[in-house]
């Protein structure tokens, strides 16, 4: 579809991928709503782009990928993911090396995996951020406090978010370890008994509440670092 208002932008990525695999594109363009809706009809068919080759209809993007093997075939593919979850922590721990190295002149000290646990917390909350209402839904599935006390699922995102801020300043310690101590420790009996103990399989809202991440190592282990961090910034304050 190329509409004056519309691009389809499966469309350009049909075309460009098929190119990169060395096809010779044949593009044709439907400009109206009508020319659609009469292709659709056509081909018996209620989406497009439609990519045929050699005269036989291949599908939509989606199909196209399967067909050059990029995905397995629908029946195969799976509804979790931990894609999310690895670019999350895999971005904060290079930002954490990197601010490291700026600070110190070496990337590997021990502030980089305070850095790496605080701007953790951060991001993961910004996810939770972009939807409250429906990272509380998913949430309330699971975390034993928010069961009871249902404003906990709204007031966790900015709870996780001012807690990793101030660690990662290394400010109001005071504060910040008690909350990352409740927090995280609810979080983690919360996640063990859903999964471990209960057998529950439910999706995980630690990053957001329209991930697909499976409720269970992940999310446990985001409560756990934020406990450990709470106890470990709670030293330093008695310690100094």
Request: net charge negative; glycine share 8%; aromatic share 10%.
């Given at each position: 579809?190329?509409?004056?208002?519309?691009t389809c932008p499966f469309g350009l990525k049909s075309k460009d991928l098929l190119e990169r695999a060395g096809y010779e594109v044949e593009d044709h363009h439907?400009?109206?709503r009508d020319e659609t809706d009469a292709f659709m009809e056509k081909h018996g068919v209620e989406t497009t782009p439609q990519t045929f080759i050699a005269g036989?209809?291949?599908?939509?993007?989606?199909?196209?990928?399967?067909?050059?093997?990029?995905?397995?075939?629908?029946?195969?593919?799976?509804?979790?993911?931990?894609?999310?979850?690895?670019?999350?922590?895999?971005?904060?721990?290079?930002?954490?090396?990197?601010?490291?190295?700026?600070?110190?002149?070496?990337?590997?000290?021990?502030?980089?995996?305070?850095?790496?646990?605080?701007?953790?917390?951060?991001?993961?909350?910004?996810?939770?951020?972009?939807?409250?209402?429906q990272f509380s839904t998913m949430f309330l599935n699971y975390d034993l406090l928010a069961k009871r006390w249902v404003r906990y699922g709204y007031v966790y995102?900015?709870?996780?978010?001012?807690?990793?801020?101030?660690?990662?300043?290394?400010?109001?310690?005071?504060?910040?370890?008690?909350?990352?101590?409740?927090?995280?420790?609810?979080?983690?009996?919360?996640?063990?008994?859903?999964?471990?103990?209960?057998?529950?399989?439910?999706?995980?809202?630690?990053?957001?509440?329209?991930?697909?991440?499976?409720?269970?190592?992940?999310?446990?282990?985001?409560?756990?670092?934020?406990?450990?961090?709470?106890?470990?910034?709670?030293?330093?304050?008695?310690?100094?």
């Open positions: 579809m190329v509409m004056p208002e519309h439907l400009k109206t036989d209809r291949i599908g939509g993007y989606d199909d196209l990928r399967v067909f050059f093997h990029k995905d397995p075939p629908k029946e195969e593919q799976s509804d979790t993911s931990y894609q999310p979850v690895i670019a999350i922590f895999a971005c904060t721990a290079l930002l954490a090396l990197g601010l490291s190295l700026h600070q110190y002149g070496t990337p590997f000290t021990l502030r980089a995996f305070e850095w790496f646990i605080s701007l953790s917390m951060v991001v993961l909350a910004i996810q939770k951020l972009q939807d409250v209402e995102p900015f709870l996780e978010a001012g807690t990793g801020i101030l660690m990662t300043a290394g400010a109001l310690l005071w504060l910040a370890s008690p909350v990352a101590i409740l927090i995280g420790g609810i979080g983690a009996v919360s996640v063990f008994k859903a999964v471990y103990i209960d057998r529950r399989e439910l999706k995980c809202a630690c990053v957001g509440g329209s991930s697909n991440v499976p409720l269970g190592f992940v999310s446990l282990t985001e409560s756990v670092m934020m406990l450990a961090m709470g106890l470990w910034m709670g030293l330093k304050v008695l310690a100094f």
